[in-house]
């Protein structure tokens, strides 16, 4: 069955601290895989796209990491900033049978203190 | 440049009802995706227009259905409406598809008595 499990659900940090966020899936056949960030009552914004030949992706203080033979990705945030409080998910596409299955997790909720 | 905007914002509707929902792509964007959110169930994907045709297709009933316009506007419907189907739907559109970055609008948030 095709699942994306993330994890922390929650998680709270002190501004400036560093944390990282773990995406594990069984999707199959693999396409690529999203990072997204949302701010609460707004919509997603993407942060990172990799496909299955990416390892890292960076995207200013967010760098991405993908394993495709572990079937794990992480999303690690450096410096945090108190703008970094919002639900981060991850998303897994697969291609099958001519068309994409968009395989979501349930996200890992950050809260940044000061 | 504009972003990709939903109206309305917000909606409340009564069990049995339908709801027409509208979103207005990044201008030159020709893929445009609808989403549902709920605190149980997250994100999930509905459907995906390419060029005025359906590409692809979520695990939804028929009572909800889309369309796209030749200017790659979209709309979404939803019939019959059910108490499940208050959520956040969420519209957004990219360049193609597929392997690109999708811009999404800030969402209409619907409640049905």
């Known amino acids: 069955k095709n699942q994306v499990e993330q994890s922390p659900q929650s998680l709270i940090i002190l501004e400036g601290k560093n944390c990282t966020l773990q995406?594990?899936?069984?999707?199959?056949?693999?396409?690529?895989l999203r990072w997204y960030k949302q701010d609460t009552g707004r919509g997603p914004v993407s942060l990172t796209i990799?496909?299955?030949?990416?390892n890292t992706k960076s995207n200013g203080r967010y760098t991405a990491t993908l394993d495709a033979d572990t079937k794990q990705s992480s999303l690690h945030i450096t410096a945090s900033q108190l703008s970094d409080s919002a639900s981060y998910i991850c998303?897994?596409?697969?291609?099958?049978?001519?068309?994409?299955?968009?395989?979501f997790g349930t996200g890992t909720r950050l809260k940044v203190l000061a | 440049k504009a972003g990709v905007t939903q109206t309305p914002r917000y909606l409340i509707k009564t069990r049995g009802q339908q709801v027409t929902l509208s979103c207005s792509p990044i201008?030159?964007?020709?893929?445009v995706s609808w989403y549902q959110q709920t605190p149980g169930q997250g994100l999930q994907f509905l459907f995906e227009?390419?060029?005025?045709?359906?590409?692809n297709k979520g695990n939804f009933p028929g009572r909800f259905s889309g369309r796209q316009f030749s200017n790659s506007r979209s709309e979404m419907n939803v019939s019959t409406l059910e108490l499940g189907d208050s959520a956040l739907y969420l519209c957004?559109?990219?360049?193609?598809?597929?392997?690109?970055?999708?811009?999404f609008g800030p969402g209409t948030r619907l409640l049905v008595l």
């Open positions: 201008s030159g964007h020709r893929s």
């Open positions: 995406c594990n899936y069984t999707v199959s056949p693999f396409s690529n």
């Open positions: 998303v897994v596409s697969a291609w099958a049978s001519g068309t994409y299955k968009y395989i």
């Open positions: 957004a559109s990219s360049l193609l598809a597929y392997q690109e970055t999708q811009y």
């Open positions: 990799m496909t299955f030949s990416e």
């Open positions: 227009y390419f060029s005025e045709t359906q590409r």
